[in-house]
């Protein structure tokens, strides 16, 4: 069975997380009585053969658990799974990206993904469907802007991580230092692949303090609901 690997993105600046909360940054603030990123490593830890951890040049040398490498990371998410890629070793077949902000997402969802590329696809991401109107606004500014249109929400999906890749096809993707918000839009752009699979509510994405409390009561259920 081809082997994964997970890439843990925890390198990004945090801008709109705001100030630090009782002396912890976006990564390492506390959720459960644990940081976001033992959350987030953990599950990649039960669902993949080895862990990369990305951080910010001034945390490379802090010990974290249950990881294989720690590298620092680039000035952009891209530049950051580029040096994340050159940690894994070789006879890896399958390379996970996973962003340490979404510290809800499961050991299983980790396993839906792998299981989707060894069965053949480029890349495989999870996905939530669209509840929420969408509308289109210009001239936005701190106070609003002006909608200037509707947007259809039949077919469209907010795409959450991890996202498992053929190891070879990711790193064609990022042969020419392309940028993008996700891994999967460069292999996309490359033409490859790329399949949805059901995402997970707790995956939510940890971007303001706010959104804390939200994965915070989503794990709480979780662990009430499966023990997980």
Known sequence: MARAWAIVLAAGAGTRFGAEIDGATKVSAPIGGRSMISWSVEAAQAGCDGVTLVVPAVMVDQPFDGVDAVVAGGDSRSASVRAGLETIPDGVDVVVCHDAARPGASSGLFASVISA???GA????PALGVSDT?????AWSDAGGVVSGTVDRAGLYAVQTPQAFRR????A?????????DDAA????????????PGEAAAHKVTTAADLVIVEALLR???ANDGL
């Open 117 to 119: 590329v060894r069965a």
């Open 122 to 125: 480029d890349a495989a991401v």
């Open 134 to 138: 969408l509308k289109r606004v210009t």
């Open 168 to 171: 070879a096809v990711l790193a």
């Open 173 to 181: 993707a990022h042969a020419d230092r392309a940028e993008a918000t």
């Open 186 to 197: 460069l292999v996309e752009a490359a033409g490859g692949t790329v399949m949805a699979i």
């Open 221 to 223: 259920a979780r662990v």
